[in-house]
Structure formats: C-alpha cells, structure tokens
C-alpha cells in the first residue's frame, strides 16, 4: 500500500480548496476524508475567522486531517486519541504542501497548554471519550471561548446535548444540512463540573487481576464476550520469547499470556493512545500483585509498549506469536481494511516458525483472508459467533 496508488478527493471550503484521502489508504476506497459535518463547520467558520486572526483553535477528533489541513492557517491543535487519525492529517498536510509544525499533534492523554478561543469537535463513537475530553480542557477554556460540536445527525445522540451541558454549560443547535448538524455550547464558569469518571477498574473474571480502561477504551466496563471465548482458547503451550498483543485495547489478552508464558516478552500494540496507557497500567497493576505474592522473578514477565498503526514499529521475522482480536470499524465507519493490514504486517513481522492467532466474528470470515497471506491455516476453536483461527507460514 502506497501513497502512489491512491487517488486523492478535492474538497472547496471557504479556506480553500484541498487534496484529501482517507488512510490507510486503498485503491478502490468509496469513502472521502471528510463528512458534511466538516464542510458545514469549515463553512460556519468561512465567515467568522479571517486567515490573518489570532485565534487560538483546539481541533479535537479530526478524523481524517481535514479540519487540521484547512484551518492551518491559525496553527491549530489536533488532540486525538488516534495515532492513525494524525498519521492521515499529517498524510494530507503533505499531500497539499502543507508544512506538518503548522499543526500542533497532541495525543488525547497529555495535557494542553494555554487558552483557547474556539475548540471544534468532531463528535467521537464513543461518548465516554467526548465527557474525558471536555473534562480535560477545562483549564484551556473561558466564557469567551466558542465551543463547537459537529456530527452527521444519525451519530448525535441525545447524550451528546446532555454531555455538553454537564461539562459546558447551555447548548443552541444549528439547522441540519445534508445531514449534518452543529451544536453551539456556551461555557458558563459558575457551573459545578463532575470530575472525570475516567478510567474505570475492574475486575477480571475468575481471577484476582484489575483492569484498567481509560475512555476510549474496547469494551471498557466488562470483558467482551469474543475476548472471553479468546482467552477461553490462547495457546496452551508456546516457546514463544516474543508475544504481541496487537490492537491491545486495555491488555487483557497479553496479560493472560504473560501469566501462562512468563519468560516470555509481552509487546502491547495499539493505535489509541489511551488503550496503551491502559495496557501500562493493567500490566503494573499485575505486577505489583504478582510482587506482593512473592511470584515475580528477575526476567520474568517483561513487556514493552507501542503506540503505533499495526506493526509499523517492528522489525521483520522479529515475533514468535502475535495474537489479535481485530478492529472492523475505523471511526464511524466498518472497515475489514484494518485487520486486512493487520494480517499483512504479521506476515511480515513473524519469524518462519511464529504463529498469528486471530479472533473474529463468524461472518467476517478471516480464514478465508489468511488464507491469501498464509501456508497454513487451521480453525482451534469456534462456537456460534466466533472463530479462531491459527494462521502460519
Ligand atoms: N485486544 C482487546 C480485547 O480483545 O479486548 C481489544 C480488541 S478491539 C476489538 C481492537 C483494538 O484494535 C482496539 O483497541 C483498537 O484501538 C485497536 N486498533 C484499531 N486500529 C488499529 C491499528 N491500525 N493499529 C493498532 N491497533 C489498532
């Protein structure tokens, strides 16, 4: 997959007119990089900003760069909990000779500097996500500051008013427009704000062990049943030194492996900066029983962390075992593009006598896309939703 294959979509705001696609990218992609939420903000914001202003503006959730790339002008920030999200701004800042330090790239778990006169949000899928943002920008906002919540109407919920209101103040709500709608809050200062409920902890089934979830986190209050019947089903035996848990989400999965392989290496991956700072803190949770236990042993259980789109970090024939449990949305949208590529790296990734196990809904069929990549694959466990499947070269 490169950059040449793909065909980019113009977009004519009042910024301007720009190059823009989706990453990761692919050949015969239907969706563009931006939805009307986008344009009726980029709009809105034609006759109110003029280039040359001051304004201190606060993207939040820019899924694709667009925002980031037309509202460059004003060095914008981008806060986002996802890696892939920026890599895509980034991508489409170049895409249109854009230099990338116009914007300011800050992920959704550090903290923000300074104060802002407009903040621009995307709506994300998960609402736990919006109410940990909005908590976290408190310091960074006034009664002056315009605050701006876009989405398509189908993904604006009542609980997004409700959300904006707790954390904000009163809301007003624009005129839908292909669909697409903006929610106006007014900060009000004397308002008591909730501190953030965000991360939550609990309890691993079966077990003594405490996981942690950040907002934004897979399944972030209970185990998820396909992660259940996965652990039901991990590897009984493995001389695997170098085990990835790729697209972690809170670590549950690597932390059972560490458990059952504990001379083992544990490499968490994901693209969500949250899920990773879960991952760390489930992991020295673990650890820390495991030391009160009297159970842990110099070299054991190690494990190292990775922010990163599937396995870009890694080196070639570097892993034993990869197991996954793939994504199949990209941000509102399904997407097979993912674990697609997520196959692709393992392939690359594993050395000849390495295994990838992958979870995944019946329907989704993943044996079949295997299958493409891999010699051998054989099904070790399957039940009425769910298929697991051992993929080697
Ligand atoms: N392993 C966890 C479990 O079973 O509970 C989470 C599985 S969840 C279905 C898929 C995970 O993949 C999410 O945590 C998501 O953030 C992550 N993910 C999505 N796209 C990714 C990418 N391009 N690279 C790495 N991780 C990704």
């Known amino acids: 997959?490169?950059?040449?294959?793909?065909?980019?979509?113009?977009?004519?705001?009042?910024?301007?007119?720009?190059?823009?696609?989706?990453?990761?990218?692919?050949?015969?992609?239907?969706?563009?990089?931006?939805?009307?939420?986008d344009e009726y903000l980029l709009e809105f914001l034609g006759a109110k900003l003029d280039a040359i202003s001051s304004s201190k503006i606060l993207i939040m959730n820019d899924g694709f760069g667009t925002l980031s790339v037309a509202l460059n002008a004003f060095t914008p920030v981008n806060f986002s909990d996802s890696l892939?999200?920026?890599?895509?701004?980034?991508?489409?800042?170049?895409?249109?000779?854009?230099?990338?330090?116009?914007?300011t790239f800050l992920e959704s778990t550090a903290a923000l500097a300074g104060e802002f006169d407009f903040v621009l949000i995307k709506v994300p899928k998960t609402l736990a996500l919006l109410e940990d943002q909005l908590s976290r920008i408190q310091a960074n906002i006034t009664e002056k500051t315009q605050i701006i919540a876009a989405g398509m109407v189908k993904n604006l919920p009542k609980k997004v008013w409700k959300i904006l209101e707790k954390y904000l103040g009163p809301t007003t709500t624009s005129?839908?427009?292909?669909?697409?709608?903006?929610?106006?809050?007014?900060?009000?200062?004397?308002?008591?704000?909730?501190?953030?409920?965000?991360?939550?902890?609990?309890?691993?089934?079966?077990?003594?062990?405490?996981i942690c979830n950040h907002a934004n986190v897979f399944s972030r209050d209970s185990l998820d049943i396909g992660t259940r019947f996965?652990?039901?089903?991990?590897?009984?035996?493995?001389?695997?030194?170098?085990?990835?848990?790729?697209?972690?989400?809170?670590?549950?999965?690597?932390?059972?492996?560490?458990?059952r392989f504990p001379e083992a290496k544990i490499h968490f991956v994901d693209e969500s900066f949250m899920a990773i700072d879960s991952a760390k803190e489930t992991f020295k949770l673990y650890l820390g029983q495991k030391e009160a236990g009297k159970l842990l042993f110099e070299g054991q259980h190690q494990a190292t962390y990775h922010v990163s789109d599937a396995l870009d970090d890694f080196d070639k024939d570097s892993a034993d075992l990869i197991v996954c449990n793939p994504p199949f949305h990209q941000q509102h949208a399904t997407a097979?593009?993912?674990?697609?590529?997520?196959?692709?790296?393992?392939?690359?990734?594993?050395?000849?006598?390495?295994?990838?196990?992958?979870?995944?809904?019946?329907?989704?069929?993943?044996?079949?896309?295997?299958?493409?990549l891999f010699g051998n694959v054989t099904v070790v466990a399957a039940n009425t939703k769910f298929v697991i499947c051992k993929a080697s070269i």
Not at 4 to 32: A, C, I, M, W
Not at 231 to 257: F, H, Q, R, W, Y
């Open 1 to 37: 997959m490169t950059d040449t294959q793909t065909t980019f979509t113009q977009l004519t705001v009042p910024q301007g007119s720009f190059d823009l696609l989706r990453y990761p990218f692919r050949t015969d992609e239907k969706l563009r990089a931006w939805d009307a939420a």
């Open 84 to 103: 892939v999200s920026q890599i895509s701004a980034r991508k489409n800042l170049a895409a249109n000779g854009i230099d990338d330090k116009q914007v």
């Open 175 to 210: 005129l839908a427009k292909k669909k697409a709608r903006m929610i106006f809050a007014t900060v009000d200062k004397q308002q008591k704000v909730p501190p953030c409920p965000y991360p939550v902890l609990y309890q691993l089934e079966n077990t003594e062990y405490q």
């Open 230 to 259: 996965l652990l039901e089903n991990l590897p009984e035996t493995s001389a695997a030194k170098d085990i990835v848990d790729l697209g972690c989400g809170n670590g549950v999965v690597g932390l059972l492996l560490s458990e």
């Open 336 to 372: 097979d593009k993912v674990a697609m590529n997520m196959f692709y790296q393992s392939r690359k990734v594993l050395k000849t006598s390495g295994e990838l196990w992958v979870i995944g809904n019946r329907h989704l069929n993943y044996k079949h896309q295997l299958k493409k």
